[in-house]
C-alpha cells in the first residue's frame, strides 16, 4: 500500500548536516538484537506449524504424533508473545523539539507515536517496551468494530485515540485533551497515523456542566494534569518545578451527543480524579446507550486529592444502572463494589449496564 511520506516530513526537522552520535553503537546493537530475536520467533512458529501438521496427518505412524496439553501450548504462546513484543518494541528516535518517534506494533496494526522526551511518565514504557497499558488494549482490540463511536477523554498523546481510528475506521472517535503541549502532539499524532478522516481532536476538559476549568500541570509528569495542586514539599520531595496553572473551555460528555447523532458506543476516560465530574456530565449519555462500555482509570487516592470520596463515587455508578468489571491479562472478571473499593489501582476498570 502506498503512502505520502511527504506528512513525516512536514513534522520532523531536516537535519542540517550529519553528526556522529555516541549512542549510535548502542542503536546497531539493539537493532541486531531485534533481528536476532526475530529469526528466533520466525524458528519457533516454523517448528509449532510442523507439529501441528504432524498432528494433523491422520497418516502418520502413532509414534509421529505429538501431544500438546492445554498448559503448555498456553505457555507456548505466551512466550512467543513476549518474543514478538521484544521484535516490535524498544525503538524510538529523537526527531528535535523536546520530542521522540516511537514505533508501536499492536497484532497487524503499526503506529508511530511522538512523545515528549522529558517526559518519565508514559514516554519510557512506550519507547523502551513499544506498548502501553497491555490490558485496556486487548479490550479495545477484541470489542471495538469498523463502525464503532468512541469517546476519548484525557486522550494525553493520543495512544488510544489513534489506535481507536485504526480499528474504527467507518466510525468515529472524539479525543479529548485539555493541556497545549500534549494537545499538539496528539493532533500531529493523528496526523502522522492518517486516522485524521475518523478521530476529531477537541482541546477541552470534561467537567459536569460548561464553563470554565483551572488545571494545574506537572513538570516531566504531563499525563498527570489534574484539577489539583500536588503540595509544595510533595512536589519538592519528587524534585519537580512547579509549575503555572492554566485555564481550559469545560463541557460536558452530553454535549458532545450531537456529534455522534446520539450513540457512543466506547468511552476510554483517564482525567486524574475528575471522573466523579464526567460522569456527573454524561449522565443522558449513560442513559440513552444501553450498548455503552466505559473504561475509566480507577486511582481511589486521586479521587481523594481531588476532593471526592471513592464510596461515594460507587454509590453514583451504581445509581446510573452500571456494574464493574475488572480488565486483566486472564480477560473480563466481574466485580461488586465492595471490590471495586478494595482495589488500590486499575489502569482501566469496565463499567456497563447491568444485565436486564
Avoid at 33 to 51: F, G, M, P
Avoid at 63 to 71: F, K, L, S, T, W
Avoid at 161 to 176: P, T
Avoid at 267 to 293: C, F, M, S, W, Y
Wanted: glycine share 8%; hydrophobic share 45%; aromatic share 6%.
Amino acid at each position: 500500500m502506498s503512502r505520502d511520506f511527504s506528512l513525516w516530513a512536514r513534522l520532523l526537522p531536516w537535519p542540517r548536516h550529519k553528526r556522529t552520535d555516541p549512542l549510535d553503537g548502542l542503536v546497531r546493537l539493539a537493532r541486531h538484537a531485534a533481528d536476532i530475536l526475530t529469526a528466533r520467533l520466525d524458528a519457533i512458529e516454523q517448528r509449532l506449524d510442523r507439529i501441528e501438521q504432524r498432528g494433523l496427518d491422520r497418516g502418520a505412524a502413532p509414534r509421529a504424533a505429538v501431544a500438546i496439553e492445554p498448559g503448555q501450548y498456553a505457555e507456548i504462546m505466551r512466550r512467543l508473545d513476549a518474543l514478538e513484543r521484544l521484535s516490535h518494541g524498544g525503538r524510538g528516535t529523537y526527531v528535535g523539539g523536546n520530542r521522540v518517534l516511537a514505533k508501536c506494533a499492536i497484532g497487524e496494526v503499526s503506529l508511530g507515536y511522538l512523545v515528549e522526551a522529558d517526559d518519565v511518565l508514559l514516554s519510557p514504557g512506550l519507547i523502551l517496551n513499544g506498548s502501553h497499558e497491555d490490558d485496556l488494549v486487548r479490550f479495545f482490540a477484541a470489542h471495538v468494530e469498523e463502525d464503532s463511536r468512541c469517546l476519548d477523554v484525557g486522550a494525553n498523546y493520543g495512544f488510544f485515540a489513534c489506535l481507536l481510528g485504526k480499528y474504527a475506521r467507518r466510525g468515529k472517535v472524539v479525543a479529548i485533551e485539555p493541556h497545549p503541549a500534549v494537545f499538539a502532539l496528539l493532533h500531529d499524532n493523528i496526523q502522522l497515523n492518517d486516522v485524521a478522516p475518523v478521530v476529531t481532536p477537541l482541546r477541552v476538559a470534561v467537567s459536569d456542566g460548561p464553563g470554565k476549568l483551572q488545571l494545574f500541570p506537572r513538570a516531566g509528569r504531563s499525563g498527570n494534569t489534574s484539577i489539583t495542586q500536588m503540595p509544595d514539599a510533595a512536589l519538592a520531595w519528587l524534585g519537580e518545578a512547579k509549575l503555572e496553572p492554566f485555564w481550559v473551555d469545560s463541557l460536558r460528555i452530553d454535549d458532545l451527543l450531537p456529534q455522534f447523532n446520539g450513540r457512543i458506543d466506547f468511552i476510554k476516560l483517564d482525567v486524574e480524579g475528575a471522573e466523579p465530574l464526567a460522569l456527573r456530565g454524561a449522565r443522558q449519555t449513560i442513559a440513552a446507550n444501553p450498548q455503552l462500555e466505559i473504561v475509566m482509570e480507577w486511582a481511589p487516592s486521586q479521587l481523594r486529592d481531588a476532593g471526592f470520596e471513592a464510596a461515594r463515587f460507587v454509590d453514583e455508578i451504581r445509581d446510573a444502572g452500571l456494574v464493574a468489571a475488572d480488565l486483566g491479562p486472564g480477560g473480563i472478571r466481574k466485580l461488586s463494589f465492595e471490590e471495586l473499593l478494595g482495589l488500590d489501582y486499575r489502569a482501566g476498570v469496565l463499567l456497563r449496564h447491568a444485565a436486564p
